[in-house]
């Protein structure tokens, strides 16, 4: 793993239904690191927003924060890293909606972000 910054201390922020995942996370993360991170276990606020309360509390360096996020704007200068969450999906099933949707609707052009 390429270490590009020099952060002593990072914390993982995870949702409520990931901290499942938490530990073998950080378990991967410090032997790559060869360096402890810290699990924020209970966020002070919606598990969207960035905590930068709970990492302050370890003086934390940056956070690496995964699942949605909503991009509340910060008045905090700590940097942080997005990891979303990837879903498989079914391209085969999702044709078949989508043409159905298509006839539901008369239309057939169509805008995803």
Same mark, same amino acid.
């Given at each position: 793993?390429?270490?590009?910054?020099?952060? &002593?201390?990072? =914390?993982?922020?995870? @949702?409520?239904?990931l901290? @499942?995942?938490?530990?073998?996370?950080?378990f991967?993360?410090?032997?790559?690191?060869?360096?402890?991170?810290?699990?924020?276990?209970?966020?002070?606020?919606?598990? =969207?927003?960035?905590?930068?309360?709970?990492?302050?509390?370890?003086?934390?360096?940056?956070i690496?924060?995964y699942?949605?996020?909503?991009?509340?704007?910060?008045?905090?200068?700590?940097?942080?890293l997005?990891?979303?969450?990837?879903f498989?999906?079914?391209?085969?099933?999702f &044709?078949?909606?989508?043409?159905?949707?298509?006839?539901?609707?008369?239309?057939?052009?169509?805008?995803?972000?």
């Open positions: 793993m390429d270490k590009k910054n020099d952060f &002593k201390r990072v =914390c993982l922020q995870f @949702p409520d239904h901290l @499942p995942d938490s530990v073998e996370v950080s991967k993360l410090q032997e790559a690191l060869n360096q402890t991170v810290y699990i924020m276990g209970d966020t002070a606020y919606e598990s =969207c927003c960035l905590d930068f309360i709970a990492a302050s509390h370890v003086n934390a360096d940056a690496i924060h699942g949605s996020i909503c991009f509340s704007q910060t008045a905090e200068n700590l940097p942080y997005n990891i979303y969450e990837k498989e999906i079914n391209l085969e099933e &044709k078949e909606r989508l043409i159905s949707f298509s006839r539901e609707k008369g239309r057939s052009n169509f805008s995803f972000w």
